[in-house]
């Protein structure tokens, strides 16, 4: 494939306005190896080809889908260990006392890509908080590629990707050995949905959250989305919720937003509440 400098600047312009998501010119090859199948179907010779019809057509689906098809979908199950431990030890603990009396959690996978964090969490919750059981807990993953979207809903993973992170024993208590791969247990998977959100774009409907767990994905944003996104995550909280980014990530230029808080070795972002 391969296009000019200025084709591939439009790329990146339109996956930034699109997704937030700033690519590095030197990742330029990505543009080649990931559009093409979108470039195929979209009737185009190559990569030029297909620049030219996206200037051309202005079509809000071919738009959508190079910045679907630009995403970095890293993850892992227990991805940074310490967080996990933190949830463990101190938020989720503390969640149970403060919703004792409803029985109910919400709790967001924002940028949930092929699901192993949302279940990472519903295990954890399993495994080590059995005072939840009977309280009506949901963990809801969301995501901008409504291909990890779809990953995620089916709850089958390979090998490769089960031995990354998921200790055996939880292994075999929670997901079953089915061909050549490993299926999440229905217990879990019923803790579980995903659906569809743009997270730089007006979010959909979605319930009040007492955890957030946003990692992994503002290291993309430019500063400007990233406090739009502080705002809304802060507004799509509960007033005693508490909020885990990853591990590269702060909330920094959100101060007035959200006070960080250390546990557990670890560290999270607890709403700030106005006039307190
Ligand atoms: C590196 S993965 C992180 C997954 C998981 N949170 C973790 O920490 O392992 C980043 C995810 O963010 C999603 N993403 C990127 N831009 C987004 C946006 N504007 N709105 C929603 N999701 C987005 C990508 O599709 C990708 O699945």
């Known amino acids: 494939m391969g296009c000019s400098e200025s084709d591939y600047a439009y790329l990146r312009e339109l996956v930034l306005e699109e997704s937030a998501n700033r ?32 200037k051309a057509d202005r079509a809000p689906h071919l738009h959508r889908a190079v910045a679907e098809a630009m995403t970095i979908n890293e993850t892992s199950f227990f991805r940074d260990l310490k967080s996990f431990e933190m949830l463990r030890e101190t938020i989720l603990p503390r969640l149970i006392e403060q919703r004792r009396d409803e029985r109910r959690l919400r709790i967001w996978s924002a940028a949930s890509s092929t699901g192993q964090e949302a279940y990472s969490v519903a295990m954890l919750i399993a495994e080590h908080l059995p005072e939840l059981a009977g309280w009506d807990v949901k963990i809801i993953g969301t995501d901008i590629s409504r291909y990890v979207i779809d990953y ?37 998977r019923a803790m579980c949905e995903f659906q569809y959100a743009n997270l730089c774009a007006p979010l959909p409907k979605l319930p009040v959250f007492d955890l957030v767990m946003l990692r992994n994905v503002l290291l993309y944003f430019p500063p400007r989305d990233r406090s739009y996104l502080f705002g809304d995550v802060h507004r799509q909280m509960a007033p005693d919720g508490c909020l885990i980014l990853g591990n590269a990530e702060q909330a920094e230029d959100s101060s007035d937003l959200f006070e960080v808080e250390f546990a557990s070795n670890s560290y999270c972002y607890r709403p700030v509440v106005a006039g307190v």
């Open 23 to 54: 690519i590095d010119p030197s990742r330029n090859a990505l543009f080649d190896t990931r559009l093409k199948p979108i470039a195929r179907l979209a009737g185009a010779k190559g990569l030029k080809d297909f620049v030219n019809i996206l």
């Open 152 to 188: 995620a809903q089916r709850a089958r993973y390979r090998r490769l990707e089960v031995n990354r992170g998921l200790p055996v024993r939880m292994l075999l208590k929670y997901m079953a050995h089915d061909g050549e791969e490993w299926e999440i247990s229905p217990r879990i």
